[in-house]
């Protein structure tokens, strides 16, 4: 029903009001007085409310660190929980300001849906996740398998094309949310369950014999995923993807919440541009000086944010790999702030 | 001048303005109000257009064929990832249809079934029947749906542990597994017997009530069709010595192989669009029943009519009057309901067509268009269908 409404909402904004198209989503949040984002259902890691309704996760640090940049408050964020099907209707109808729901970047998203990708914040790959009894050790096994997946995402066309490629046999089931795909995976519905990896690892842990269950090794698919904004607004655009910058260079400058007073004073040329005690970068992007040092006071650089919710420091413990900065073999690089 | 004037009143002394003229009018608002609803319109899909292209949004109909890239776990055509958008419309349509078509055919004879023991004088059988009513019609549908998916159909063994019935029929988690007839060579001589056997019935059917209205004799058509039914494939089936075979199914690998098998999700709604609907059909039969005259009951037997035949040639063809247009709606409403599938993954035309296809290519308002008119069509055609029927059952009033 709220699809329904959603999507009744896009046709009457697309069809109603002509110049609404490249509105500033910027001057809507300074004067809504907060940032509303698009963010899963619940996914450990991510996105996912605790006990007492705080939202944690990887996502959710990112659209913390927004607030914190505009509005030096973190808490600032109303979290619109998405189906994956829903996602991009919520972001096209104004609903949401950003789209933070692990949400893989690909060209027709990016061309075709009315929306552009701002970053990339995890590098992701596709992988299947099976019970030990059936003994399988690898995906190449798994012909004429029942394989549970999330409907309207890339993992469903990924599936297909694997298994098409490989001339194997199978069967999917696809379900709207995620709840009711790993509840289906788990009543024995499916043989396999098929999703990005680290989604995977945080499903297993919801599960009620975790150890039960094993990951096969095979990743087939890239996934980058990212924040996501709307075509047509660069204003907005600039802001969310340099605040994922702004915590890729604190990262790689050493700049940490326990560092950010050091680096106040500090009299390196980078880290002084980084944190504003030399020129105006972030006025340049609308927002203060020191809006990094915001960024990183109250959420912490990117390395911080990723061990805290994904990484070492968290029940997923899924290691750095790509994501670890270029300086130290991964992929996340971010383009200087000058 | 002014007696030509008064000769043109004279002889037209009741002719008024024709913008006065109540026709004139009537029709001219109903022009402006057409005109500016096809204006609205005509605007409306202009600036979405201008919209979706100043947003680079996609869209136009082009879609339709480019390739899917998804699989579907039911379909009743081929169909394959290769295929395109065109063909998961389809694909996602007849499913829809089937589990509506097979659901309305099924919802109406346990609703007929229900409607009447309800009525029954039998104090046990009227109590269980309006206690499955009571109980089945104040539930959320959608939980029914849930409740037969997970609760009932989920918690069945996994295919390795299967529980059988009747030698070749497996009940597991992914789905009923049945044997299936596998048609050999001059197994097209069987169809066409049962097909001849099917026409020459009606046509009996048709000849017997003619001589019943005409003479009053009655003849056995049951019995007669039964046999000719039977009777006529069977001995097609001898004289080409058994091509249907059965194929049995067995377990191969992670699923059974071979066979026939009806998903879960498929099972999980049918059944519970069918009892949720059969609820509400049982009361519109009961409503029906009760509200033919009792003195039409009492006039039958006085004549000396047997209580089936009361029931069957005097009281449910009355009824009928009554219960054919609420009929029509728990079918309508059957149909739409049907979309709750997406809920449990079975793949109709809201799931797959309005769910993932829209989510894949981003084209809303194209698709949202398109399920609606399917929708709105096939309510319209089973309305036109019935209304046709109620046309027929309707009381002949001289």
Redesign the interface.
Known sequence: MKRAIS?LG??LA?????D???AQTFKTVTDRGSLICGVSQGLPGFSLPDDKGNWTGLDVDFCRAIAAAIFNDPGKVKFSPLS??DR??AL?SREIDVLARNTTWTS??D????LNFAAVNYYDGQGFMVRKA?KVNSALE?????VCTQ??TTT??N???Y??ANNMK???????TAD?TV??YE???C?AFTTDVSQLYSEKLKLANSNDHVILPEVISKEPLGPAV???DDQWFDVVKWVHYAMLNAEELGVSQKTIDEALKSSLPEIKRLVGTEGNYGEQLGLTKDWVVRIVKHVGNYGESFDRNVGTGSKLGISRGLNRLWTKGGIQYAPPIR | MRRQSAEAGASRPHRVAFYNNPTVRGAAYQLALLVALLWFGYE??L??K???E?????SGFGFLGNTA?????QSLIPYS??DTYGRVFLVGLLNTLLVSGLGIALATILGFLIGIARLSPNWLLARLAGGYVELIRNLPLLFQILFWY?AVL??LP?PRQAVSLFGGVFLT??GIILPAPVAGEGSIYVFAALMLAIIATCALARWARRRLERTGRQFPTFRAGAALIIGLPLMALIATSFPIGIERPEL????F?GGMRL???FVALLVALVTYTAAFIAEVVRAGILAVPRGQTEAAQALGFRRGKTLRLIVVPQALRVIVPPLTNQYLNLTKNSSLA????Y?DLF?VFA??A?????Q??EI?VITMAVYLSISLLTSLAMNWYNARVRLSER
């Open positions: 999507m896009v046709a697309l069809g109603a009001w002509a609404a198209a490249s994956a099907k991009f209707e096209r027709s998203r061309t075709s849906l009315g059936l798994l012909n004429g398998a029942s409907t309207g469903e066309l599936l297909a094309d298994f098409r199978y069967e999917v089931i696809a379900f709207a009711e509840k289906a009543g024995g519905r043989d709307r075509h047509g | 409306f899909a600036n979405a201008a919209n979706l100043a947003q680079r949004i996609t890239g998804f699989g579907v776990n990832e290769t997970l989920g918690t996994n988690n992914r191969r690998g992670f699923n192989v998903v879960p999700e997406v809920a449990i993954g793949p799931a769910g993932t829209l989510n894949q290519t981003g809303a308002i949202i």
